[in-house]
């Protein structure tokens, strides 16, 4: 699979991009919502992964503009914000499954 990640935590961004690409899966990476965002319009993804807290351009922000452009790809929410009210919001912004940090890895494949 072809795999947008968009975290600004470099440690938390090298060790998923690790992990992912050891599992097979071909991975970009963005630090910011906006790099996200331009990325998201111009490549072919599988699965985005975002992170809710990013700069220039917050996590639910960017994936309602997301799908205001009408891009369906699942959409993933990887968050340190993990209380159900949180949750709840990312879903009805327009993710597809949210997973809250910290996470196991292997919880996140199977997502």
Known sequence: MHILLIED?????????KGLKESGHVVDHA????EGMELSLTLKFDVII??????????????K???D????TPILILSALGDVDEK???LKA???DYLAKPFSFSELLAR
């Open 9 to 17: 935590d470099i440690n938390a961004a090298s060790y998923v991009i």
């Open 65 to 67: 503009k997301i799908r």
């Open 31 to 34: 630090s910011d919502g906006e």
């Open 69 to 72: 452009q009408k891009i369906n």
């Open 94 to 96: 327009g993710a597809d």
């Open 50 to 63: 975002i992170d809710r807290m990013l700069p220039k351009l917050d996590g639910l922000s960017l994936i």
């Open 88 to 90: 709840v919001l990312g």
